[in-house]
């Protein structure tokens, strides 16, 4: 892993090769996301500095597209399919549990770095819907009043 130093060397060495170029933003966020994994504030800053652009027009972009993300992942990524199978079966719910239990919104990582949490398209386990992935774990037939003892064992 490069260090800090290194990284942000990185990032420079982007923003250099893309400036000039319609709609750079995006590439640079891309290899900023290669980069450091996420796309905190001050890299944000470092990409609008060094391309001419505002920090607004940065965030618009980050934010408006779901690959990139703000914060670190958390530990354990969570994603539950919103595929049509697992969508009929109730997944939906499975995902209000979750929200409610971590106290986070899709999208977001819990304040202690733990669960990262992130509604997805099928998972190919159509035959389990409605299904959620942890990490490499896939967990099928679920029902809401599941979640808080799956949840506790990533948590112990
Ligand atoms: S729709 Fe959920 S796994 Fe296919």
């Not at 170029?21 to 290899?31: D, I, T, Y």
């Not at 929200?99 to 159509?126: H, M, Q, V, Y």
């Amino acid at each position: 892993m490069p260090d800090n130093k290194e990284k942000y060397a990185q990032l420079q060495e982007a923003i250099a090769k893309h400036k000039g170029e319609r709609g750079a933003v995006m590439p640079v966020l891309q290899e900023a996301m290669n980069i450091f994994g996420y796309v905190p504030q001050d890299v944000q800053e470092m990409i609008a500095d060094g391309l001419g652009t505002t920090l607004s027009e940065v965030y618009g972009v980050s934010t408006f597209y779901s690959q990139f993300s703000l914060e670190p992942k958390g530990e354990h990524v969570i994603g539950v399919c919103l595929g049509t199978a697992c969508y009929v079966k109730g997944s939906q719910k499975i995902l209000d549990k979750l929200c409610e239990e971590l106290k986070i919104e899709p999208g977001r990582t819990t304040a202690d770095g733990k669960f990262s949490l992130n509604a997805t398209r099928c998972l190919g386990a159509c035959g389990l819907a409605p299904v959620m992935m942890i990490g490499e774990e896939v967990y099928g037939r679920l029902t809401p009043d599941q979640v808080p003892a799956i949840l506790d064992k990533y948590r112990a």
